[in-house]
């Protein structure tokens, strides 16, 4: 297996108990980490880890995308007769860019906030004290707002997100603001440079959150 340096510290997933939002009944645990194996790149929702922040390198990262951790606290309904109407299907999610103060990012003629596709499908609890989990992904920092950000690094952007989606029982749901922040940098900053024929190995995610072995003169780094 390759071995990728993190870059984040890490925190188990049963510390963000207190998180739960008890008047959603979806909400987002945490950033899952991408675990990678050989040449692939896995989400499950059974990670006990999730990150604490983000990382994203401008000059040479795609769209920053993060693998929220989903969590549906509503009761599984089923009966012999009906299939569950509680299962939720997530849609779409309303994106907000912030400086460090909570105001928003200004881009111009782009939009600030934005919607973005997302498609996962949450079942609901069995018990309905348990909520049940499940990771998507959603892309936060398309790369028509990454060349902005360009001119903000080093610096912070804040990530608001705001879920939408509607249960198998026809009822649209919308989750809480959730906030992950997002530290800018450029040239070499999540980047091990190789050199001559060295294979590159880079992470789930080139350029975000994780370390990359990279032929940096290739690269023009």
């Known amino acids: 297996m390759r071995r990728h340096s993190m870059v984040m510290i890490v925190l188990s997933a049963s510390a963000w108990a207190g998180c739960v939002d008890d008047n959603n009944s979806i909400f987002i645990e945490g950033n899952v980490i991408p675990q ?77 906030p934005f919607t973005v596709p997302t498609s996962t499908f949450v079942p609901a609890s069995s018990d309905g004290t348990t909520p049940m989990r499940r990771v998507g992904e959603i892309e936060v920092i398309p790369t028509a707002y990454r ?36 530290d800018l940098c450029r040239g070499r900053c999540l980047v091990s440079c190789i050199a001559g024929d060295d294979e590159e190995m880079p992470s789930c995610s080139v ?7 990279l032929n940096c003169d290739m690269r023009g780094l």
């Not at 969590?71 to 997530?90: C, E, F, H, K, M």
């Open 207 to 213: 350029g975000q959150d994780f370390a990359s072995q």
């Open 36 to 112: 990678q194996q050989e040449d692939t790149c896995s989400l499950t929702s059974d990670s006990d880890q999730l990150l604490t922040s983000g990382v994203y390198n401008v000059d040479i990262g795609g769209a920053y995308r993060v693998f929220p951790l989903y969590n549906n606290q509503l009761r599984n309904r089923a009966s012999d007769t009906r299939s569950d109407p509680n299962g939720i299907n997530v849609r779409s999610a309303e994106v907000e860019l912030r400086a460090i103060d909570g105001q928003p990012v200004n881009f111009g003629g782009l939009p600030n």
């Open 147 to 182: 060349d902005f950000l360009v001119s903000l690094a080093p610096g912070t952007v804040v990530v608001g997100v705001r879920i939408f989606g509607q249960t198998n029982g026809d009822i649209s749901v919308e989750s809480a603001d959730w906030q992950w922040t997002v």
